[in-house]
């Protein structure tokens, strides 16, 4: 994608070579950086995730109070449900800890999920696809119904019970067991985009011209076939890890994420929730954990958006 | 058409079979077993323990445990035990259901009337109003909507609409729990529908808001489609008027996608049942699901899994077969 020598780019300067006016070569890196660009609010939210990526890669650098031990005051009290002030940015919670430390470990969490099952769900989904894609017959047939199966699951229902046994399985390592899951729940859409471009593009002169020259299956399907359908591979692993961290976020609110006291922000705004509908005033302690999920999966959905605005020049660009 | 629909309900069945198989799987795969709280009572003699271990047939193998649930379990319609018993107590897990199935469905109805009712004519009307201030602001809106969880938007129309309103009104809107209040039998014919609609509003519209902001966006892309076909410009050209134009021409082709993303989306509303019942206290499938996962008690999970599979099976079969019914164009083969 990033080679000037490949692609449209050439082409144009070798038009406005003949026509006599020098212009800059546009490669299909810089089209795709102009029209991302554009997209306003995939822009704002690039800035927001590297904000909240940073802030989480980084927790353990950062002043940041034990976010897993409750805090006292000078006379040894604990300070529970304090509202937010210049200290406890967040607040704390009902058992004194420090709100804003637990929804940056928290986001730890939901992230490190999040991602893992974004990985698994692209390298399984593009595998799958490409193989029944590029190959067809039999294969095909019993890939897409493994897929259509797996597609056909009632997703939350699935996960909540999977989650329930799987957390008893991989004590201590809660959150990869969820990303396993999750990614083997999720791959299935992609899988089928897939298949689709590859079904389409094996057809494609420069395959043929590919497969003349001696190339190996392997080859032709990583170097030649793959890169062409990497758009709709990276716009569907955004839009997934956007409905992963919502998935986790709902599996740890019912209490089938991460053991507490390990953050996790479904985990927090259950128990804010709890907290606030008893009357006690507390709104801090449900609106950080819910806003920072809010504004996380808002960002990925946004930055999804843009990428496919600006990776797929066919489809309208639709201002927000 | 007709092959079809066998094949697809053949892949159904295979579907189904797997989906028993995941769950009873996973259920079964924990060191904990129902038995567990019995096991751990000293009060409970040797003798009960083994005797419940057989009652539930438990002293079986695992396949052997799930062939025998299997072979029950369709056999639904020929005696009232078929679903087995639940671990929690002894009662027939069919009964279970049957008692829990009434309020979900009450659920799901209202929430997809809503959704429907809402989320079309929104989407039809920002189509119209393509690139207004209300438009843009709701376009905005049902993208937040789309990347809320499900279980922040039920606790927050709790916070605000129940607990803050009643706070500063002085009158109680909404309830936060249940299905009815307890004196519900005392009350008078109005009395009892305005207690089930303060019961229902705030549940149903926590499920009904995600709906209502895809449908809302899905509509507008489609009245947006017809409205820059060929067939249109031709009306228009016509000389017919723009109410014409858009009620007999537009609103009847635009309408046609929406049926099948409504029938797939009755899966996703089940799902979203199960959070949204478990947070307002709602006596449904859904919370007898996670109380059932809980106590490890399988019977019970298996029978509302494979309800729900049912219902997913069914409704994407629907969802395909109204492609070809509703647009003459789509073949099956």
Do not use: C
Not at chain 1, 40 to 67: E, H, K, Q, T
Not at chain 2, 144 to 152: A, D, E, K, L, N
Not at chain 2, 243 to 261: C, D, F, G, M
Not at chain 2, 274 to 302: H, K, Q, S
């Amino acid at each position: 994608m990033t080679e000037p020598s490949a692609g449209p780019g050439a082409d144009d300067r070798s038009l406005d070579l003949a026509e006599g006016i020098s212009v800059e070569p546009l490669t299909q890196w810089r089209l795709f950086r102009t029209r991302f660009v554009r997209h306003r609010l995939a822009m704002v939210s690039v800035v927001v995730l590297g904000i909240i990526v940073g802030a989480v890669l980084f927790a353990d650098a950062l002043p940041l109070a034990n976010p897993v031990r409750g805090l006292s005051d000078s006379t040894g009290r604990l300070v529970n449900l304090l509202s937010p002030r210049r200290a406890y940015w967040f607040g704390t919670d009902d058992l004194g800890r420090d709100l804003f430390s637990r929804v940056i470990y928290g986001g730890r969490t939901s992230l490190t999920v999040a991602g893992l099952t974004g990985l698994m769900v692209a390298v399984f989904g593009t595998v799958v696809g490409a193989v029944a894609g590029y190959y067809g017959g039999w294969i095909d047939t019993v890939l897409m119904r493994f897929t259509d199966l797996i597609l056909s699951l009632p997703l939350l229902p699935v996960a909540i019970v999977a989650a329930a046994s799987l957390r008893e399985i991989f004590q201590g390592h809660e959150a990869i067991a969820l990303a396993v899951l999750l990614g083997t729940l999720l791959w299935g859409s992609l899988a089928r985009i897939v298949r689709a471009e590859f079904l389409s593009l094996r057809e494609k002169e420069f395959v043929e011209s590919a497969r003349a020259s001696g190339a190996r299956d392997r080859r032709i399907i990583f170097r030649h076939i793959l890169p062409n359908a990497l758009s709709p591979i990276i716009v569907n692993t955004t839009l997934v890890i956007g409905s992963a961290i919502i998935l986790e976020a709902a599996l740890s609110f019912l209490g089938f994420g991460v053991r507490p006291p390990t953050p996790a922000w479904g985990q927090m705004a259950a128990d804010g929730g709890r907290v606030a509908v008893t009357g006690s005033g507390a709104w801090w302690f449900v609106v950080f954990p819910s806003a920072a999920l809010i504004v996380t999966v808002l960002a990925v959905n946004f930055l999804g958006d843009g990428l496919r605005d600006a990776l797929d020049p066919t489809q309208t660009i639709e201002r927000r | 058409m007709f092959q079809y629909v066998i094949r697809r309900l053949v892949y159904g069945v295979i579907t189904l079979i797997a989906l028993s198989v995941i769950t009873f799987w996973l259920m079964n795969s924990t060191k904990g077993d129902a038995l567990d709280r019995l096991k751990s009572n000293p009060r409970i003699t040797q003798e009960v323990i083994q005797q419940q271990t057989e009652f539930y047939g438990l002293d079986k193998s695992k396949p052997q445990q799930y062939l025998t649930w299997a072979k029950n379990f369709v056999q639904v319609w020929n005696y009232p035990d078929a679903w087995g018993r639940s671990f929690q107590g002894t009662q027939k897990v069919q009964q279970l259901v049957y008692e829990r199935f009434g309020g979900t469905l009450r659920l799901m109805t209202t929430a997809l009337l809503m959704a429907v009712l809402i989320g079309i004519p929104l989407g039809i009307y920002q189509a119209l109003k393509q690139y207004s201030f209300f438009d843009q602001t709701m376009t905005f809106a049902s993208f937040v909507t789309y990347s809320t969880p499900i279980f922040v938007l039920a606790i927050g129309l709790q916070i605000i609409l129940a607990l803050y309103l009643e706070k500063w009104t002085g009158v109680k809107f909404f309830y936060t729990s249940g299905m009815n209040s307890v004196h519900y039998a005392d009350f008078s014919f109005w009395g009892r529908i305005g207690d089930t609609v303060q019961h229902l509003f705030l549940p149903s519209i926590s499920i009904a808001l995600i709906s209502i902001a895809g449908y809302s966006r899905f509509q507008r892309a489609s009245m947006l489609d017809v409205m820059h076909s060929d067939y249109l410009r031709t009306a228009k050209a016509k000389g017919l008027s723009r109410r014409t134009v858009i009620v007999k021409h537009a609103l009847r082709n635009a309408l046609i996608p929406i049926v099948t993303l409504v029938s797939l989306d009755i899966a996703a509303l089940l799902g979203g049942a199960v959070i949204t019942e478990t947070i307002f206290a709602w006596p449904g499938m859904g919370r007898l699901y996670i109380t059932a996962i809980g106590a490890n008690d399988w019977p019970e999970v298996l029978a509302v899994v494979m309800i729900i599979g049912v219902m997913v099976v069914v409704m994407n079969l629907i969802a395909d077969l109204s492609y070809g019914w509703l647009d003459p164009r789509v073949r099956y083969d």
